[in-house]
Nanobody
Framework: VQLQASGGGLVQAGGSLRLSCVAS????????MRWYRQVLGKQRQLVAS???????YYADSVKGRFTIFRDNAKNTVYLQMDSVKPEDTAAYFC??????????????WGQGTLVTVSS
């Protein structure tokens, strides 16, 4: 199973960006999907997560500005980032709990996609 993240880039403060992460490979089902971010020299932090039926969770720092949603038919999770701030600058990583067969659940990480917010 591979997770491929995309959509990072340079954006001005107050602007918007949408990240995507597609899961591929031998997939029976996908449970929770998540976005984390990491600033160089600091621990990776959970930004948002979403259950298979679409129930979201947000870190306080992004609540009201970011939206996580998923397309189960496409095995894809998105992170819509609005009203971005310079402190949102980080490498963003997707993460998912994937079952490759019934009863075999494993956790996978995608590669990071860099988001830079200029002031």
């Amino acid at each position: 199973v591979q997770l491929q993240a995309s959509g990072g880039g340079l954006v001005q403060a107050g602007g918007s960006l949408r990240l995507s992460c597609v899961a591929s490979g031998s997939i029976f089902s996908i449970n929770a999907m998540r976005w984390y971010r990491q600033v160089l020299g600091k621990q990776r932090q959970l930004v948002a997560s979403i259950t298979p039926i679409g129930v979201p969770y947000y870190a306080d720092s992004v609540k009201g500005r970011f939206t996580i949603f998923r397309d189960n038919a496409k095995n894809t999770v998105y992170l819509q980032m609005d009203s971005v701030k310079p402190e949102d600058t980080a490498a963003y990583f997707c993460n998912a709990d994937v079952a490759m067969r019934l009863g075999l659940l494993s956790n996978f990480w995608g590669q990071g996609t860099l988001v830079t917010v200029s002031s």
